[in-house]
């Protein structure tokens, strides 16, 4: 059996990645057909790793171009043609303007109506089924985006349910909890066996730490950009060595700037160093800096490098980020990432599904 998807927001491709592995154990022949993304450096690691795939880097607005409940236009039309049937649409829509750290545009960033196009994509294009990737609190933003979206699947026919997963169940070496939005127009495929599924598969899955994803990382001297750390401001560079030479992994109020030091602030894992037996807090793009989290490396007197940030998120030392990609691009490629280990485990069950559905056809 193949199994054809599209991956819109793809960014460099954990989705998929995950999804072909899943494909893999299940033995299925993988095929992505689109990946779509509108940042040409990421998108262009995507197109490295599966360069099987149409992959474009545009606005997803000038693919799906019609408002929801309306009938194709032109331009979709077009693209329904030229992609054929499809078994998974997924998508992690971009996620900023939902995330708690974001204190500017929290939970009203106009970015968000952007979740909307995956219900127009799965209108346009019909998969049997829909994965939306996003952080928890997606759920409440201020426009309901999750809802809308919802009640434009189920209007044409797809049965959907939303759960948060807290991803250190799946293997994921991180604190991280996702909400991910299921939809299914497949008999066989009930959104709520594969949520229910899953967390019977994961268990008691122990927390995965910083030691199992980066410790054999260590030992390595590599030079390139992939394999070092960011450069330290010398201010940073002060708090780094406070740390080390206080044995602490927080650092006190009064190391920090001044809007730090009056103490009025939740951002305590901030300029923080990690823990070899503890999983990492959430990688995002800003890994590279102790600023934005708690990423200086729990042994070396620096933050963390693309490559251990690009371990803790799963990501196989195989997949490629190209040799000359620039820090900029790997920061963004990595940090916004959807785990692989995520879809390899829900992808499993929704493989299964559609699989059954096939056997269930030919015997009929």
């Given at each position: 059996m193949t199994i054809r998807s599209i991956d819109l927001f793809a960014g460099c491709g954990g989705m998929t990645l995950g999804l072909s592995e899943a494909a893999r154990r299940h033995g299925m022949t993988f095929e992505p057909v689109l990946a779509v993304d509108s940042d040409e450096d990421v998108a262009a690691i995507y197109e490295e790793n599966f360069p099987h795939a149409?992959?474009?880097?545009?606005?997803?607005?000038?693919?799906?171009?019609?408002?929801?409940?309306?009938?194709?236009?032109?331009?979709?039309?077009?693209?329904?043609?030229?992609?054929?049937?499809?078994?998974?649409?997924?998508?992690?829509?971009?996620?900023?303007?939902?995330?708690?750290?974001?204190?500017h545009t929290r939970r009203r960033d106009p970015k968000n109506a952007l979740y909307l196009k995956m219900a127009r994509a799965a209108e346009v294009l019909k998969p049997d089924a829909v994965i939306i990737e996003n952080v928890a609190p997606v759920q409440w933003d201020k426009s309901g985006v999750v809802q809308t979206t919802k009640a434009a699947l189920e209007g044409i026919g797809y049965s959907v349910m939303g759960r948060v997963l807290n991803l250190q169940l799946a293997g994921v070496p991180q604190r991280r909890l996702r909400y991910v939005l299921v939809a299914s127009r497949v008999e066989t495929l009930n959104p709520a066996v594969v949520f229910s599924s899953i967390r019977e598969a994961w268990g008691e899955h122990q927390p995965r730490t910083v030691d199992w994803?980066?410790?054999?990382?260590?030992?390595?001297?590599?030079?390139?950009?992939?394999?070092?750390?960011?450069?330290?401001?010398?201010?940073?560079?002060?708090?780094?060595?406070?740390?080390?030479?206080?044995?602490?992994?927080?650092?006190?109020?009064?190391?920090?700037?001044?809007?730090?030091?009056?103490?009025?602030?939740?951002?305590?894992?901030?300029?923080?160093?990690?823990?070899?037996?503890?999983?990492?807090?959430?990688?995002?793009?800003?890994?590279?800096?102790?600023?934005?989290?708690?990423?200086?490396?729990?042994?070396?007197?620096?933050?963390?490098?693309?490559?251990?940030?690009?371990?803790?998120?799963?990501?196989?030392?195989?997949?490629?980020?190209?040799?000359?990609?620039?820090?900029?691009?790997?920061?963004?490629?990595?940090?916004?990432?959807?785990?692989?280990?995520?879809?390899?485990?829900?992808?499993?069950?929704?493989?299964?599904?559609?699989?059954q559905r096939a056997a269930d056809r030919r015997r009929a």
């Amino acid at each position: 059996m193949t199994i054809r998807s599209i991956d819109l927001f793809a960014g460099c491709g954990g989705m998929t990645l995950g999804l072909s592995e899943a494909a893999r154990r299940h033995g299925m022949t993988f095929e992505p057909v689109l990946a779509v993304d509108s940042d040409e450096d990421v998108a262009a690691i995507y197109e490295e790793n599966f360069p099987h795939a149409d992959v474009k880097s545009v606005d997803i607005g000038s693919l799906f171009d019609g408002e929801i409940g309306t009938s194709p236009t032109k331009a979709e039309k077009a693209l329904a043609e030229t992609v054929g049937q499809v078994g998974i649409l997924q998508g992690g829509p971009p996620c900023q303007g939902h995330s708690d750290l974001n204190n500017h545009t929290r939970r009203r960033d106009p970015k968000n109506a952007l979740y909307l196009k995956m219900a127009r994509a799965a209108e346009v294009l019909k998969p049997d089924a829909v994965i939306i990737e996003n952080v928890a609190p997606v759920q409440w933003d201020k426009s309901g985006v999750v809802q809308t979206t919802k009640a434009a699947l189920e209007g044409i026919g797809y049965s959907v349910m939303g759960r948060v997963l807290n991803l250190q169940l799946a293997g994921v070496p991180q604190r991280r909890l996702r909400y991910v939005l299921v939809a299914s127009r497949v008999e066989t495929l009930n959104p709520a066996v594969v949520f229910s599924s899953i967390r019977e598969a994961w268990g008691e899955h122990q927390p995965r730490t910083v030691d199992w994803a980066i410790r054999d990382l260590d030992s390595l001297t590599g030079t390139s950009t992939f394999d070092t750390a960011s450069d330290r401001s010398r201010e940073n560079a002060k708090r780094i060595a406070y740390l080390f030479t206080h044995g602490c992994y927080d650092l006190p109020n009064a190391e920090r700037p001044d809007c730090h030091k009056d103490g009025q602030h939740s951002y305590g894992s901030v300029y923080g160093r990690l823990k070899w037996h503890r999983p990492a807090q959430t990688i995002t793009t800003g890994f590279g800096s102790m600023g934005q989290g708690r990423y200086v490396h729990p042994q070396r007197w620096r933050t963390i490098t693309p490559h251990e940030a690009a371990r803790l998120q799963t990501f196989p030392d195989w997949f490629s980020f190209g040799s000359q990609t620039r820090r900029g691009v790997l920061a963004r490629a990595i940090g916004n990432a959807v785990p692989p280990l995520l879809m390899v485990s829900l992808g499993g069950v929704v493989l299964s599904a559609l699989a059954q559905r096939a056997a269930d056809r030919r015997r009929a």
